[in-house]
């Protein structure tokens, strides 16, 4: 009788044992996955930087560049008109681009999505064991 209560100890046991190695197993999956999340979306940020003003440089040397061109060439008779349409023509685009920017940061997926996809799946598999 007592060799019985001994097993079902070292059962009881075993169980709690193997139960924290599996949560520890999920935690540091879990961890793995967030810093992941992490490092990609700081290296999509970091891209998006550099090309942001690369652009930016690119087309800022193309406007003055442009700009110059439509002056000199109207500068008989219709330099103040070219001028002002050009001014309105990057005012608009610029409150474009700040509209377009605005669009992209409502419709941005949320940060850590597939980690917190992950740990919703993991909640629903538990909760159906209990």
Known sequence: ???ANTDSGTGLFESLKTFSAT???IT???L???STDLEEEREHLLSM???GLLALFCIGVGVVLATI???VAFWDGYRLAALGTLAALFVSAGAAAVGFVKHKLRIKPRIFA???SELS???QHLSSRT
Do not use: G, P, Q, Y
């Open 32 to 34: 793995e996955l967030l």
């Open 23 to 25: 949560l520890i197993a």
């Open 28 to 30: 540091h999956t879990r």
């Open 49 to 51: 930087l550099v090309l």
């Open 121 to 123: 799946k993991d909640r």
């Open 1 to 3: 009788m007592a060799e």
């Open 69 to 71: 061109f439509v002056v």
């Open 114 to 116: 597939a980690s917190l």
